[in-house]
């Protein structure tokens, strides 16, 4: 459960980022 959640937050994470980096610029 734990690496799921992990992973998932991960990914979240990672394409947040990089929706709002295109997005700032």
């Known amino acids: 459960m734990a690496g799921k959640t992990v992973t998932r937050a991960d ?14 610029e």
């Open 11 to 24: 990914l979240a994470e990672s394409v947040f980022r990089k929706v709002g980096l295109s997005r700032t």
